[in-house]
């Protein structure tokens, strides 16, 4: 795997066991360093499960619909409206779900959306058909603001749900960024593949696919042109998935059928995640508008959760301030155990 950066090291910690009588006991851990994303993880060789799943009653008591700014009845009168020369309707719709400018922005292009009227939908429930037109209008958004500002170049789409992982309202909604200059973590991505292409001519999403196709070791489907495979090095504490929209390498090229199929891996990946109780996510799409063959349209998605008994936090002081991960999930398990999951999406 030398040719892409991902490498991996061995190494031991050693230490006089007091559950065995004080004998010598050695754990074996990885340290996976993958210099496509700049994503180092420590591998924790057990297979961590969160025992039971988290207790929804307490968010759904604090954020009950009679004051859900995003419910039917409140989000004509609270959410923001974009100015005419956006949108003169002041708000993109789509079905049931509709966008609307952030009222907290952190960027100028900034949008929430909202992806239907239901106010809690749990992850076994996401269903494409349900999360469509919520997507779709991240694209309508995209197509209007490149259109009135050229310059803005770099997309991205992006959701937190459930408190957990940060999300300050219960009911389903993605937030978008729009911008002239890509993330942090896109323009990684950017530079890891322009530097490919400037040593060996070719495309490094296409080349990086076909070899974890060979591996077999974390991939784990194709549906439609979207592969997904179990990240080599996760940026979170509970595994993470990463998605790529073969050939597509612009925003723009990714047609409401290809949106089809990504949702249907996505839904295989929450009904994962609700199956091994955890309750919460982050998501986060990256592309360009136009064409750039050095960002092939890709995300990641990972768990987040609370450690219980104490409501521990799955972020600390590793990746906090030394901007490495730890994962007592191994990725190659991970890619076996959600396997199954998508039995029902291919062909
Ligand atoms: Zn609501």
Sequence with gaps: MKDFGLSKETSVGTYLDPMSGFHEKASVFEIRRDEISGVTSRILPYRFKMPQKPDLSGYLEKSPPAICPFCPELIDPLTPRFTADICPEGRFRRGRATLFPNAFPYDRYNAVITL??????????FRPELMHDGFRLAWDYFERMARIEPSLRFASLNWNYMPPAGGGLIHPHLQTIMGE???????????SAGAYRERTGRNLWTDFLAREKDLGERHIARTGPVTWLASFAPKGMGGEVVFYFGERTALRQVSAADLSRFLDGLAC???????????????????????????????????????PPLGTSDINYIEKYHDEVICPVVPEDLCREILPFFAAVLP
């Design 181 to 191: 200059k890509p993330t942090r973590f896109a323009a990684r991505l950017l530079g």
């Design 269 to 307: 990946v929450l009904g994962y995640l609700h199956a091994n109780n955890f309750i919460s996510f982050n998501l986060a799409l990256y592309g360009a508008w136009e064409e750039n063959r050095d960002l092939m349209v890709q995300g990641r998605i990972s768990p987040r959760f609370s450690i």
């Design 116 to 125: 239907s009227d239901e106010h809690f939908v749990g992850l076994d429930a």
